[in-house]
């Protein structure tokens, strides 16, 4: 007899058997429907946690460059040569969750997007400058951090910005008007922070490089 919803029916051992059970057809559409909430629910998701990593990772350069400016200029002295990472997290200048290990000062530190974060001097500009460099960046990271971060906000003190991931170094000097990567590429179009950043969309060899004057 065949078996219609609401109805029980006599099985082979002479037992009543319910009628209530899904078909095969009803349970793949209802795990469909599973699957398109999830993959839903996953993109949001995946869009908060990288607005989330922008944002950190802004407010980890920001605070760093305004403490180690502020630092510098009690102190009035230049910025030291060497292993500059670890000196300058020695007095604390950067955010305590940037360490890969919390309670130690002086080891390597970490950006909120899970690549190496340095502190260097350069000697590009004829004044004391100090060079952040972010490494293990996606592309997607990498044009991110390019199209928002407020390079020109005066405040600041950002000397130049360079990217290095697609094999040539692209570079914007903000003291030198005349120089082939000059201010006037900034803020950076999709397309401009596209062709600085490496097309490997699965990997993490971008580095962008934001450099500062220790005294503004």
């Given at each position: 007899m065949p078996c219609e919803r609401g109805r029980f029916v006599k099985t082979s051992m002479g037992r009543a058997a319910s009628c209530e059970a899904f078909t095969l057809m009803e349970l793949a559409l209802v795990m469909g429907v599973i699957g398109m909430i999830l993959a839903g629910v996953w993109g949001v998701a995946s869009i908060v946690i990288g607005k989330n990593q922008l944002r950190a990772v802004q407010e980890q350069i920001i605070t760093s460059a305004q403490n180690i400016r502020d630092f510098y200029a009690v102190s009035g002295a230049p910025i030291p040569t060497g292993n500059t990472t670890a000196t300058l997290d020695g007095y604390r200048?950067?955010?305590?969750?940037?360490?890969?290990?919390p309670n130690t000062s002086g080891g390597p530190l970490m950006h909120a997007m899970a690549g190496s974060f340095t502190v260097a001097p350069i000697s590009t500009y004829a004044a004391s400058?100090?060079?952040?460099?972010?490494?293990?960046?996606?592309?997607?990271?990498?044009?991110?951090?390019?199209?928002?971060?407020?390079?020109?906000?005066?405040e600041l003190g950002v000397a130049g910005v360079t990217a290095n991931g697609t094999g040539t170094v692209m570079t914007i000097d903000l003291t030198n008007i005349a120089h082939p990567g000059s201010p006037d590429l900034l803020p950076f179009t999709l397309s401009t922070a596209q062709s600085w950043c490496s097309k490997d969309i699965k990997g993490t060899g971008n580095e962008v490089d934001i450099d500062f004057w220790v005294r503004h």
């Amino acid at each position: 007899m065949p078996c219609e919803r609401g109805r029980f029916v006599k099985t082979s051992m002479g037992r009543a058997a319910s009628c209530e059970a899904f078909t095969l057809m009803e349970l793949a559409l209802v795990m469909g429907v599973i699957g398109m909430i999830l993959a839903g629910v996953w993109g949001v998701a995946s869009i908060v946690i990288g607005k989330n990593q922008l944002r950190a990772v802004q407010e980890q350069i920001i605070t760093s460059a305004q403490n180690i400016r502020d630092f510098y200029a009690v102190s009035g002295a230049p910025i030291p040569t060497g292993n500059t990472t670890a000196t300058l997290d020695g007095y604390r200048l950067f955010p305590t969750e940037m360490r890969v290990t919390p309670n130690t000062s002086g080891g390597p530190l970490m950006h909120a997007m899970a690549g190496s974060f340095t502190v260097a001097p350069i000697s590009t500009y004829a004044a004391s400058v100090f060079r952040f460099q972010l490494a293990g960046l996606t592309m997607k990271n990498c044009v991110n951090l390019l199209m928002s971060f407020p390079f020109l906000t005066p405040e600041l003190g950002v000397a130049g910005v360079t990217a290095n991931g697609t094999g040539t170094v692209m570079t914007i000097d903000l003291t030198n008007i005349a120089h082939p990567g000059s201010p006037d590429l900034l803020p950076f179009t999709l397309s401009t922070a596209q062709s600085w950043c490496s097309k490997d969309i699965k990997g993490t060899g971008n580095e962008v490089d934001i450099d500062f004057w220790v005294r503004h």
